[in-house]
Nanobody, 126 residues
């Protein structure tokens, strides 16, 4: 497992942008698929985006496609989530997660991820 720490959350007006970062400990970061999830109050945790270990494959939830971009820098042990055109319904605690997958490059399934960060709050005001 890796230790994950998110940062970059905050308060932003609708239409604005934020970039979340997640830094991982350990020397095996480049072998992990990385994902971003979010959880709003009273709702279940939902998938946002994922990126394969090499960065060549990405996958997005329909609700964020075209607005959010996931990327990674394996030299810095960091995965990013660039969020543009933010909406009030994007308000949630955002978590990054790491998975070691076999047979697939990415997955939206939370149970496939075995390391999680503590989360960072994103609040979008209308």
């Amino acid at each position: 497992q890796v230790q994950l720490v998110e940062s970059g959350g905050g308060l932003v007006q609708a239409g604005g942008s934020l970039r979340l970062s997640c830094i991982a400990s350990g020397r095996t970061f480049s072998s992990y698929t990385m994902g971003w999830f979010r959880q709003a109050p009273g709702k279940e945790r939902e998938f946002v985006a994922a990126i394969s270990w090499g960065g060549g494959t990405t996958y997005y939830a329909d609700s964020v496609k075209g607005r959010f971009t996931i990327s990674r820098d394996n030299a810095k042990n960091t995965v990013y989530l660039q969020m543009n055109s933010l909406k009030p319904e994007d308000t949630a605690v955002y978590y990054c997660a790491a998975a070691r997958l076999q047979g697939v490059w990415v997955t939206p399934t939370p149970n496939e991820y075995d390391s999680w960060g503590q989360g960072t709050q994103v609040t979008v005001s209308s």
